[in-house]
Every structure is written in C-alpha cells, then in structure tokens.
C-alpha cells in the first residue's frame, strides 16, 4: 500500500480529535492549509535533529564549480576576479539539492585506502557570480568552499517519500504535525470567530443607518 503525506496528516487529525479529512494539501480546507504550512518544516526538522540511517548521505561526489587559482597564484598581471573561490579557497562545489545539513566533506579514496579520512576545512557560502550556460548571472546559489580537491560530502539528506520512512520515524512525524495541527487548527477557528463578530457588527451598524 502507498503511503502520501495526506494520509500521514489524516492519521494526525484522527489523533487530534478533528473530524474533517483532506484529500490534498492544496485543496484549501482550513486542514488543508495548516497541513501545507507545517507538513515539510515537521519532515525536515526531524530528519536533521534525529539521526535516522534513512537520512544518512555518505561520500557523496560534489559538482566542482569554481577550480583552484592559477599557477603562481594571484598578482597584478593575473588579479583574483570572481570567476574563481574567494580568496582563502581552492575549490568551490555546489551544495547538494537535497542536503539539510552538511556534516564534513571527506577527501576521495587515494591508492593506499584510508579507513579512517578525517574531515577537513570547509565553509558554507552563498554565490550570485555563478553565470548559466546563455551566460547570464543566475540567482544567489548556496555553495562549500574548500581546499579539498575531489571533495566528497557527508550529510543529512531530505528524504520526501513516506513510503521510504521506518515505523519509527512514521510515529514521530504524525505526533509532531498532530502538536502543529491542533494550535493552527485552533488559532483559526479564533480567528474565523473574531471575523463572523466583525461582519456581524458591521451588519447592524448597516442596518442600524439605514433606520
């Protein structure tokens, strides 16, 4: 059986005690919409604050955006520009799509295997001088910076699917959106309540001008 994340959120309003069910996060249902709200942000936090194998990325390759300075280095006749990492850097990779939170950047296995690579130096920075293939600037891009040729990337990936979740994770994640669920669900029947007393009094302030 296929698991989607309307069922998760449905197994949360049954938890709750709300007797309304959605059939999409995007139909517009006041469940609906506190579901769409906090549905990926209860996801993504749990992946990154807990730990789960399912989320683990190990020795992932990163894509090389920006190589090492030129021979020599830098001087009058061959000054830094942006086409290369900013200075302190060798190489500029670009950061997974599915990374939510780098742990280390590894260096590659070298002919004598290291059972044991130590993480090196590594800064996360963001980079708008990145230009696309029409050459034209693309927008800001989230990048590492490292001295590390060949670096390998450590992480806690976003995993969307439920179908890929363990029993544990399912629970928590159904728990968490149930506490996210309930204060939502509640703040807007407040706020529905408030608006019906505001059209109500300009109802009879209405009609009260008109006697």
């Known amino acids: 059986m296929t698991v989607a994340p309307e069922d998760l959120v449905n197994q949360a309003l049954v938890e709750i005690g709300y007797s309304e069910r959605i059939a999409s996060l ?24 807990g730990g789960f194998p399912l989320a683990r990325r190990a020795n992932i390759p990163l894509a090389l955006l920006k190589g090492p300075p030129p021979p020599g280095g830098y001087n009058p006749g061959q000054p830094w520009s942006a086409q290369y990492p900013p200075p302190g850097f060798l190489y500029q990779y ?29 800064r996360v920075d963001n980079d708008n001088s990145l230009i696309d293939r029409n050459g034209a600037a693309t927008a800001q ?15 806690t990936g976003r995993v969307t699917d439920p179908n890929l979740w363990d029993a544990s994770f399912v629970s928590l994640v159904v728990k968490r959106l149930g506490e996210k669920l309930v204060r939502a669900l509640r703040e807007g029947e407040a706020v ?4 019906r007393a505001e059209e109500a009094a300009l109802t009879g302030a209405a009609e009260a001008n008109r006697g």
Do not use: H, W
């Open 94 to 122: 670009g950061y997974p799509a599915d990374c939510l939170e780098l742990k280390a950047i590894v260096p590659p296995p070298g002919a004598m295997f290291d059972l044991d690579p130590k993480p090196a130096v590594f």
């Open 26 to 49: 995007e139909e517009g249902t006041r469940a609906a919409d506190a579901a769409l709200e906090v549905y990926r942000q209860v996801r993504d936090e749990l992946l990154r604050a």
């Open 192 to 195: 529905e309540k408030i608006e």
């Open 141 to 155: 891009q989230k990048v590492i910076l490292s001295n590390l040729k060949g670096a390998l990337a450590v992480y």
